[in-house]
């Protein structure tokens, strides 16, 4: 079987749209999805109405759980507020619904899933290294917890004998006996210097998760927050995957 995994849709509907059109065509049959569906983008009804059509497992990010009222607004910088305000008037009652039936972890096919860390799934918090997955470890039973949240792919491995390590790889196999902590990234805000979407594959029968990069009609989503009145920062930074 092929898994496609992904994070962060934040309400990109072109960038959504790209990453599962080439996971599809990679294979994929099932897919997770690490929170974030809403927030900062333009279009958070169609993406909500894209992931239900899915066979998709997710769990909630923070800008979900902010749309809610569940993580207070204060939490959240000004031009994240701005967006979240202008996200929930544009839910209707049936998608908030959904938001609300994401949990804040699952575990499929072997995986552990969640926002931020295991280790405190609703404060979302950032693992931004080899020795903040490290200490994450201890909190899932699952070989592999994925994570999103950053906003920036991140492969953390620790196999018999410690200790973790970061890996710089696009393509790497889960060996057993091994615990690793992924970052899928983000699908509709990378921050991580590249501007294309960012999914990742995984192939059950030889082990193997490849990172993706897919590019999208960026300017096209950059036209639609303008005339939505979105905050201009986060239309720019789209362009430059910052
Ligand atoms: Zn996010």
Known sequence: MKLGIFSDVHSNLEALNAVLGRLEELGATEYLCCGDIVGYGPDPAACIRRMRQLPLTAVAGNHDSGVLGLTPISFFNAVAREAIHRTIGRLVEDEIGYLRSLPLTAERAGF???????SAPGEWRYVLSARAAEE?????????????????PLVVRRGPGGPARAMRRQEFDLEPGTKYVVN????????????????????????????????????????KMRAAGLPEFLAARLADGR
């Open 112 to 118: 552990r899933l969640v926002h931020g860390s295991p």
């Open 136 to 152: 994450e470890l201890a909190y899932f039973s699952e070989a592999t917890c994925i994570i999103g949240h950053s906003h920036r």
């Open 184 to 223: 899928a990234g983000s699908v509709g805000q990378p921050r991580d210097g590249d501007a294309r979407a960012c999914c990742l594959l995984f192939d059950s029968d030889t082990g193997a998760m490849t990172f993706h990069r897919v590019s999208y009609d960026v300017g096209a989503v950059q036209r």
